[in-house]
């Protein structure tokens, strides 16, 4: 008895000099069998009431450098998955991670969380209070157990589908904790989606949590959910706080209902004002799009996290070719003349724009490489009755097939004769009406810049490309610091999709 009391007093002196020296706790030693990836590690949850998993990507400096303290990047898992999934069978995070380091990337700690089926929130009954955990516990535990640098300033958190959600909602709700936030492919949706989903869907996935559980139209938009949803929190009243964090989404043109509510947050964040970065590109709801997105988001987390002011990383250096144009400004494939069979006319419609930047577009718009007989016409729209010059520019030259390009200010007449063309480009224009159905038998191909003053235009046109099951593709990407070059960019971001 006396034995073991003796222990217990010199065991409380130890702990008492540890907790008054004022020290920060000693980070346990990786030693000779360091790994950088460590699965299903643990925490114990007086929150939760439960054990919690975690995995950990260490810095390949970690070892070797025993004093250094690095950045942390949450990374979060979408719904049915866990904290292994981010490198699981189908998603390789670290193999991008890792070749992202190669080209330069920043040594980080990545921290990949269980988050069960919570979309990382607490449940409206306060059975299951996830985020609290999030913020009391696991931070403060990877702060106190690895060698982080424990400040908002060098946090970050990203998480696809569900994940997406979460990253939004921790960061929206704790603009304290984190300085970037990238929601990837968010799991979410506008109110009309949630009025229209299935009972057992809502159910399931946000009735337990946010509460409106078996019930139906508005009764399902509790004001418990309004208070985590990014429609009702990023909003003027909000701006000030919100705007300490950067913000980055991104989702797939293919995605099925994602992209409407994504789509509809980057419209409602431009309205009001509050800064973020939107891109919209080619994919859909699956591993290869959000390895993707990583290859701007962590550069963007390292460029902010070592005190960069305004990203523009990801703005492409598109070199444009040295085509041959004939003097009137038009350019002629190589199997144009040699053959009479599937000809493709393309014409660059724009409103005045001078003769060199035309020729600069038109050669932008050349696909180079391409086998099919092609020509790019330029016609001028401000000149006169659409379908007169229309007429006029296309004389001489035969085609099976009519596209047009459309640029600026032009597109509001395009779109305005759009029966006349079997597909539609617009880089950076501006449309007029868009109704609420399209013809389903023309394809539209359609690019702006995240800060265009497109926007709303290619929102709607979006949307109407959806509901008449029209064939479309739609990207938003990073606007350049030079805005002449916007439009070259976009059409570079549209190559892909050209039927020459």
């Not at 990238?182 to 009735?207: I, N, V």
């Not at 208070?227 to 706080?241: D, L, S």
Request: aromatic fraction near 14%; hydrophobic fraction near 35%; charged fraction near 20%.
């Amino acid at each position: 008895m006396n034995r073991s009391f003796l222990c217990i007093l010199t065991l409380l002196a130890f702990v008492s000099a540890c907790s008054c020296n004022g020290k920060e706790p000693e980070v346990p030693d990786p030693g000779e069998h360091f790994q950088r990836y460590t699965t299903d590690l643990t925490i114990d949850s007086k929150i939760l009431g439960r054990k919690v998993n975690y995995s950990i990507t260490l810095p390949k400096s970690y070892v070797s450098e025993k004093e250094r303290r690095y950045p942390v990047v949450y990374m979060l898992h979408g719904y049915g998955d866990d904290n292994n999934s981010w490198n699981g069978n189908w998603l390789h995070g670290n193999d991008k991670i890792f070749a992202l380091e190669s080209n330069g990337l920043s040594d980080m700690i990545y921290v990949f969380p269980q988050g069960f089926t919570t979309y990382y929130c607490n449940y409206y009954t306060g059975a299951f209070n996830y985020m609290d955990m999030f913020i009391q516990e696991l931070i403060p535990y990877i702060d106190a157990n690895y060698r982080t640098i424990a400040d908002r300033e060098h946090r970050s958190i990203t998480g696809y589908s569900m994940g997406g959600f979460g990253a939004m909602a921790l960061a929206s709700k704790h603009p304290e904790t984190f300085l970037c936030c990238a929601p990837l492919s968010m799991s979410f949706r506008t109110d009309d989606q949630y009025m229209a989903e299935s009972q057992s869907g809502w159910d399931k996935q946000w009735g337990e949590i946010f509460g409106g559980k078996g019930q139906n139209g508005e009764a399902r938009i509790t004001s418990y959910y309004m208070q985590h949803c990014p429609f009702y929190q990023f909003v003027p009243a909000n701006k000030e706080t919100l705007e300490k964090v950067h913000w980055y989404f991104t989702c797939g043109d293919d995605e099925e209902q994602l992209l409407i509510a994504n789509d509809t947050l980057h419209v409602q964040l431009r309205d009001y004002g509050i800064r973020h970065e939107f891109r919209v590109d080619d994919g859909a709801h699956n591993s290869k799009y959000w390895l993707n997105a990583l290859g701007e988001v962590l550069p963007m987390f390292d460029y902010y996290m070592n005190g960069g002011k305004q990203w523009t990383g990801s703005v492409a250096d598109n070199k444009v070719p040295d085509a041959e144009l004939l003097p009137n400004g038009v350019f002629v494939s190589e199997t144009y003349n040699s053959t009479s069979d599937g000809r493709i006319a393309i014409i660059l419609a724009h409103e005045g724009l001078d003769e060199n930047t035309v020729k600069t577009l038109t050669k932008a718009m050349v696909r180079e490489y391409s086998l099919k007989p092609y020509v790019i016409i330029p016609m001028d729209v401000s000149k006169g009755s659409f379908v007169e010059t229309l007429s006029e520019t296309v004389n001489g030259y035969t085609y099976q097939t009519l596209g047009v390009m459309a640029i600026g200010e032009a597109g509001k007449k395009v779109f305005a004769n759009r029966r006349l063309f079997n597909n539609l480009y617009f880089a950076e224009a501006l449309l007029a009406d868009v109704p609420a159905q399209l013809s389903g038998d023309q394809q539209y191909c359609f690019c702006c810049t995240d800060e265009s003053s497109s926007f709303r235009d290619f929102s709607a046109l979006y949307r109407a490309c959806k509901r008449s099951e029209a064939q479309f593709e739609y990207r938003v990407i990073n606007n350049d610091p030079d805005k002449d070059k916007d439009i070259i960019n976009c059409i570079f971001a549209l190559h892909n999709t050209f039927i020459y």
